[in-house]
């Protein structure tokens, strides 16, 4: 796969614009898992090594385009701080004057505040991107799990600056990806999890094509099974796409494997009682798989020669 990487990029003197993956778990202000930034960090050391002044943007949850104290990336700059054993400046904000004043020289690293703080940013609105260019010379995008969003911070911005490039966080997932894709070794299955099928169309439609089977979890499940007809009480259904749920099981034949029990209860809260069914009560929501689904996802995963996992 041809791709332009951060080591074919001059980058002594230079402000590089690098687009991460910082959504982490954050609980009470505190950092749950910090993985993301850690596999964040060969890439954002090799631009400093090489005489770069970093610019990191992310984004952290969905706040959809308003200002959200929770979804600050605050404690990331902390932790990476951390990691990096140097300083990291939190910006105040992704884009305006108060930025514009804290570009990075040779060596430094700022942060900016969470880009889906914009609606502009989910828009891929161009002038929003332009905005986010202006900070720097040259664009690394090393955020896999966003990589397919049509996002001013992902294709705005590769768009609107002269260079644009892999880190090598993106180099080893596509590396991995296309040995799974190109040539696996049988058999080969695929975990999809998600909230919605929607996101995941073209996905399932091509993994369909080269998995032995197709393991379904999360809230994307339960889609599928309305589409068969059972009842999923209050979970998470996309109404609008039962019909294509349907289309995609009657596509998929015997390859696709969905939860035969779960975990349900009454409302969405820390200490919420619990407990595993295998029909869904109308005055519960699923919010997991049960342990006779575990089972039989177990017994197919201990057979894979090759697991493409996408999704929470």
């Not at 169309?201 to 599928?224: P, Q, R």
Request: net charge neutral.
């Amino acid at each position: 796969m041809a791709k332009l990487s951060i080591r074919d990029l001059d980058l002594k003197g230079k402000r590089v614009f690098i687009r991460v993956d910082f959504n982490v778990p954050i609980k009470n202000g505190e950092i749950t898992s910090d993985k993301r930034i850690r596999a964040s960090l060969p890439t954002i050391q090799y631009a400093l090594e090489q005489g770069a002044g970093v610019i990191l943007a992310s984004h952290l949850g969905r706040p959809k385009g308003k200002r959200v104290p929770e979804m600050s990336l605050a404690p990331v700059a902390k932790r990476l701080s951390e990691l990096l054993g140097r300083p990291v400046k939190m910006a105040p904000d992704c884009i305006g004057p108060e930025v514009e004043a804290m570009k990075p020289a040779p060596g430094e690293v700022l942060l900016l505040e969470n880009v889906r703080f914009y609606k502009e940013e989910t828009d891929n609105d161009p002038e929003f991107a332009k905005k986010l260019a202006s900070l720097a010379d040259v664009f690394v995008l090393d955020a896999f799990g966003s990589a397919h969003r049509a996002h001013a911070s992902v294709v705005g911005v590769a768009k609107a600056l002269p260079q644009a490039a892999a880190g090598f966080l993106m180099d080893k997932e596509l590396e991995y990806l296309g040995k799974a894709i190109t040539n696996p070794e049988r058999p080969c299955i695929a975990i999809l999890g998600g909230a919605k099928v929607s996101d995941k169309i073209e996905v399932i439609e091509n993994l369909m094509k080269l998995v032995d089977k197709l393991l379904i979890g999360g809230a994307m499940a339960y889609t599928f099974l309305r589409a068969q007809g059972k009842p999923t009480g209050k979970s998470l259904v996309e109404e609008d796409k039962i019909d294509l749920a349907r289309e995609l099981m009657e596509k998929a034949g015997d390859k696709l494997m969905l939860p035969v029990d779960h975990v349900v209860t009454s409302e969405l809260k820390e200490g919420a009682e619990a407990e595993v069914v295998e029909t869904i009560p109308d005055d519960k929501m699923a919010v997991d798989i049960g342990p006779k689904t575990i089972e039989a996802y177990k017994s197919v995963i201990a057979t894979a020669k090759t697991i493409i996992w996408n999704g929470p």
